[in-house]
């Protein structure tokens, strides 16, 4: 089977650094994206790791460590508008295709 | 830009009733999919395609089918609705590219009385 564990609620306040952790066991894994949804919108992506490292995107980073089947989205200079929920997401199984995480729900205060 | 688009966006009728939720994209996307999200909850992967004429079932049991006969046209049907199948559905396509990116539809919330 698939799981995918990363914490439901994550708080913290503008301008800080916050990261979220995800952990997966999968079959055929090819690699591990992450998404924000806003309340009420649809998933946008953030960010893809096919191999380990670090990829920066502006304020946003993501890490992948394949033989530790974790990951992490580092986010820096938190905003309000970064008030979210973080979902990540696992490519695998034989014709490829994505499965998502339970999400972590991000809330940042002044 | 994703180009990307479902309808209804909303859609509340009564129990029994056959409905179909439409979605198209304009990018050539060879892989489509249809997830299932409950509000705050995650999202449920309910079918695939991975081209014209190739559709899966996904990982959460679902009473809908879906067809491929076009490669910009995946739509979602549900024979006779239930008010257990009132939820937000979701569309998205990838390039299979190995970009890791999914583009989504708005969505299309479902309400079933």
């Known amino acids: 089977g698939q799981s995918l564990e990363q914490p439901s609620e994550v708080t913290a306040v503008e301008g800080a650094i916050v990261q979220i952790n995800c952990t997966y066991q999968?079959?055929?894994?090819?690699?591990l994206s992450w998404y924000q949804q806003h309340d009420g919108g649809a998933p946008t992506f953030l960010s893809y790791n096919a191999l380990d490292g670090l990829e920066e995107t502006g304020r946003f980073s993501s890490f992948l460590s394949r033989s530790d089947s974790y990951g992490y989205l580092l986010l820096q200079e938190l905003q309000m508008k970064d008030s979210a929920s973080y979902f990540c997401?696992?490519?695998?199984?034989?014709?490829?295709?994505?499965?998502f995480g339970a999400g972590t729900r991000l809330a940042v205060h002044p | 830009e994703a180009d990307i688009y479902q309808t209804p966006r909303y859609l509340v009728i009564g129990t029994g009733k056959k409905i179909t939720l439409e979605c198209s994209q304009t990018m050539g996307h060879d892989k489509m999919y249809w997830y299932q999200q409950d509000p705050g909850m995650e999202l449920h992967l309910i079918h695939y395609s991975y081209g014209v004429n190739s559709t899966e079932k996904g990982d959460l049991s679902s009473e809908s089918t879906v067809s491929r006969i076009r490669t910009e046209h995946f739509p979602l049907t549900l024979e006779s609705a239930r008010p257990s199948h009132t939820s937000q559905y979701l569309c998205?396509?990838?390039?299979?590219?190995?970009?890791?990116?999914?583009?989504f539809g708005e969505g299309s919330r479902l309400t079933v009385l």
């Open positions: 998205a396509s990838e390039t299979g590219l190995g970009t890791g990116e999914l583009f």
């Open positions: 999968t079959s055929g894994f090819y690699g």
């Open positions: 997401a696992v490519f695998s199984g034989g014709y490829n295709k994505l499965i």
